[in-house]
């Protein structure tokens, strides 16, 4: 059983393009979360969704930023025209069920660099 | 809302010996779970240990104990017998229970950068 797979582990754009991160969820794993952390900073939520559905996003910066998770393949999370501040390490985690005490398992994350 | 507070940037400790690490947190909850999560240089983050808040029994994994004071709220972290490999960002964590608009995102420390040193 494959744990929670990200990619690329590195991605590296020009301001201004577009970067997407990829995470593919554990099997059986309906849930998924994604967290940015910027240098020397824990985790910090952005994003929670279930299957073709956003749950909560209240973390994610109004503009620029999109995540979707569709009824076939990754949950993919999308950032328009980088800038430099969104040089980052993004994580992706899932779960079988929300809440409780079920662990979450993460991803080796996706370090971007805009240059 | 939430915080989580590692007052700790920086910590070493050697081979074999016992370190501490602390973390204290806000919240108006009375049920609740806290975690502690390791982060080695490959950044992968790894489950340490978890405590449910209803428990008044400290959480115990191997060489990682846990001393929940939840009067207090702090959740430090143990590590006997500290080991080569135990060298890691370690992260406190927060998560409410289901319901009420919690939908189980966790809520991190700025995290301790532990050396242990042979």
């Known amino acids: 059983n494959a744990g929670v797979m990200q990619n690329p582990r590195h991605l590296v754009r020009r301001r201004g393009q577009e970067a997407r991160l990829r995470c593919s969820p554990m099997k059986g794993h309906s849930h998924v979360y994604w967290y940015r952390q910027l240098p020397e900073e824990g985790l910090k939520f952005m994003v929670y969704l279930q299957k073709e559905n956003i749950i909560d996003e209240s973390g994610m910066p109004k503009e620029r930023f999109s995540a979707e998770f569709p009824k076939e393949g990754p949950s993919i999370l999308r950032i328009q025209q980088v800038v430099r501040g969104d040089s980052a390490a993004y994580f992706c985690a899932s779960s079988p069920r929300w809440g409780g005490t079920t662990e979450a398992f993460f991803g080796q994350g996706t370090r971007l660099t805009v240059v | 809302a939430q915080t989580v507070t590692q007052s700790q940037p920086e910590m070493s400790v050697q081979e074999a010996e016992t370190v501490t690490l602390s973390c204290t947190y806000d919240?108006?909850?009375?049920?609740?779970?806290l975690f502690w999560y390791k982060q080695p240089p490959s950044r992968q983050m790894i489950l340490v240990i978890r405590q449910e808040a209803y428990k008044q029994q400290n959480a115990t994994e191997n060489r990682f104990s846990v001393n929940f004071q939840k009067a207090a709220k702090s959740f430090s972290l143990k590590i006997s017998d500290s080991q080569l490999g135990d060298t890691a960002m370690y992260f406190c964590a927060f998560m409410k229970p289901l319901g009420g608009g919690s939908q189980g995102n966790l809520i991190f420390g700025k995290g301790t950068k532990l050396s242990v040193k042979p």
């Open positions: 919240t108006s909850e009375n049920n609740y779970y």
